[in-house]
């Protein structure tokens, strides 16, 4: 976990002002660069070679290469290996180094060769150009801004909107932003809350030439390796959970109790490693029956939290402060406070976020794996026609109708979408065409949308405003490719998750392992909890009304059955006002 950032044609003193907006991501040091073409910021979160030397940004040997870069490589030492075989010489024990001479060696190509998460900001002085790349997963954060003025990215957005400020760009809302907010919940790739922002999406690199002042995105294939069975395929998931427990600081496991958690949980006490485990306690006493069947069948060092009114308060303070980008996703306040209460001890937490989207872990998956990509004229009729229906009855109709008449949209936003029983169909229609391309089919959506916007975005945002670091072994390039080949027998099988479920067989009673699916997303009665956040809500309400995106809609009765579009509205007063937007409200 850290903080990056870049800009051509600034000084010390604005990318200095830019990397204070999220020293969170990397209290451990702050490092810039800065020559006639660009400044480079970084803040550092230490995890790998603790030694000042490693600090960035990086500079390889001839100094025409420099670096700054978030994530961690799993594979580096091997990689590190291949290059001191044809000559290269190291000068640090980071994986930032092995980025950086990799790039040395072999240019845009290299990055394939990276297994990890990653956001890597590069500038190339010898071929004049900035690079930017993102992992396969889109695990770590990068947004960037061009005109024809300058080129900037940064880690998060407010770092990108301090620079633009400093030069007296007018900074705008992107209204085509917010009403994809309220379809899905979250701001689809590339667009940001904020015009001109993008998003790099995931398993993509950028080139940036100074001298044309041109930009070019192009996507890579990462390289992995392809196994043949189910054995293998366990034995995939073991090398992969313990190639994530590399760091020269302490390492922890969010341990839910869920089948994600329990097979990382489960591999590490097979391998005799113990390490301390963090878990929230929500209320749900079927939960907590199984999580403390497990935690004691595993023998975890565990540290459970409750949950309540004082919690709360205090995880929405945390995020309400730093949030730049809204989301309806509940389940960011208690991945706050738990990764507050994990910094006491450990530096790097181990997650199990993506076994839900890459191994169909929702009940809507089976039903969607039936359906395909068409026009939606059924669903447009079916759209209007509900409209006679009282607003809270709605979306179960139309959860049943698009199943029923499988149209994929309709199903899936009635499923996940925090306003779709208030939306017009038009503009509804407007976005799912803007975003369509970026699933191969529905039942990719989970997988190809909502992890890479909104769960992704969630574990990185929750950690790093506790300054740790989380790592998701489950979504490894290894693993998630092989996945692919069991897709069809998992969706035929009435169990969701069946072949990770299979896997962790081989560790927990099967009494532990096949039971009912639950999440980790707030109900309504948090929300009373928090005033704070119920009076934020009513703002953000408000001001959806005044974008004409929504009616005026009482705040009571969405607490009973849409307790979702309360979260959802309070973000985004938060990211606006976070941004300094609010000057129309």
Not at 313 to 336: C, G, L, Q, R, W
Not at 502 to 528: H, M, N, Q
Request: proline residues 4%; contains cysteine; aromatic residues 10%.
């Amino acid at each position: 976990m850290c903080g990056i950032l870049g800009c051509t044609k600034a000084t010390v003193d604005q990318i200095s002002a830019a990397a204070k907006t999220i020293d969170y991501r990397g209290p451990d040091f702050y490092g810039h660069f800065c020559d006639d073409e660009i400044c480079l910021g970084h803040q550092r979160l230490s995890i790998i070679d603790l030694d000042p030397r490693s600090n960035q940004p990086m500079q390889d040997a001839s100094e025409n290469f420099t670096i700054v870069f978030n994530g961690e490589i799993y594979n580096y030492k091997k990689l590190k290996q291949d290059l001191r075989d044809i000559g290269l010489v190291f000068k640090t024990e980071s994986d930032t180094e092995v980025v950086l001479n990799s790039y040395k060696q072999s240019g845009v190509d290299s990055i394939k060769n990276l297994q990890g998460m990653f956001a890597i900001g590069l500038y190339d002085k010898k071929n004049q150009k900035i690079v930017l790349a993102r992992d396969h997963a889109g695990i770590k954060p990068l947004y960037y801004y061009n005109d024809n003025e300058f080129f900037a990215f940064a880690s998060e957005i407010k770092s990108l909107v301090n620079l633009l400020r400093q030069k007296n760009v007018k900074i705008e809302i992107d209204q085509q932003s917010l009403l994809q907010f309220l379809v899905f919940g979250y701001i689809p790739n590339p667009n940001s809350l904020v015009r001109g922002i993008k998003k790099l999406p995931k398993s993509c690199y950028a080139e940036y030439d100074l001298t044309t002042k041109k930009l070019s995105i192009h996507k890579f294939e990462p390289k992995y390796k392809q196994i043949n069975n189910l054995e293998q395929f366990q034995d995939l998931i073991e090398e992969k959970v313990l190639d994530h427990l590399i760091a020269d600081v302490p390492v922890g496991v969010f341990f839910s109790g869920g089948t994600d958690s329990s097979l990382i949980a489960s591999i590490l006490h097979k391998h005799n490693i113990k390490l301390k485990t963090f878990s929230i306690d929500l209320g749900n006493r079927d939960d907590k029956y199984y999580f403390e069947k497990i935690n004691d069948f595993l023998n975890l060092d565990s540290r459970v939290y409750q949950f309540g009114k004082d919690e709360m308060n205090f995880a929405y303070h945390i995020v309400s402060s730093k949030i730049d980008e809204p989301t309806y996703d509940s389940s960011i306040y208690p991945t706050a406070y738990l990764s507050h209460m994990a910094a006491k001890e450990v530096k790097v937490v181990l997650s199990g976020e993506g076994g839900d989207e890459y191994f169909w872990g929702y009940h809507r998956h089976p039903a969607l794996n039936t359906m395909k990509f068409k026009k939606e004229r059924l669903a447009g009729l079916i759209f209007k026609t509900i409209k006679i229906f009282p607003i809270k009855k709605r979306r179960p109709i139309l959860v049943k109708l698009g199943k029923l008449f499988k149209c994929p949209w309709l199903y899936y936003l009635a499923s996940m979408s925090p306003s779709v029983e208030y939306l017009d169909y038009k503009n509804l229609m407007q976005v799912v065409k803007e975003v369509e391309g970026q699933a191969q089919s529905p039942v990719y959506l989970d997988r190809d949308l909502y992890l890479e916007n909104d769960l992704l975005r969630k574990i990185d945002l929750a950690t790093s405003y506790a300054s740790i670091e989380g790592r998701v072994p489950l979504l490894d390039i290894d693993i998630i490719k092989n996945s692919e080949s069991y897709k069809n027998k998992h969706l035929e099988n009435s169990e969701l998750k069946s072949l990770l479920k299979t896997v962790l067989t081989s560790y927990l009673p099967k009494e532990l392992v096949y039971r009912k699916k639950s999440g980790f997303g707030l109900k309504g009665d948090a929300i009373s909890a928090c005033p704070e956040l119920i009076e934020e809500a009513k703002s953000g309400l408000a001001y959806f009304n005044k974008q004409g995106l929504l009616p005026e809609l009482n705040i009571d009765e969405l607490m009973k059955y849409n307790p979702a579009l309360i979260y959802a509205s309070a973000s985004m007063r938060s990211s606006l006002k976070n941004l300094g937007l609010l000057s129309s409200d």
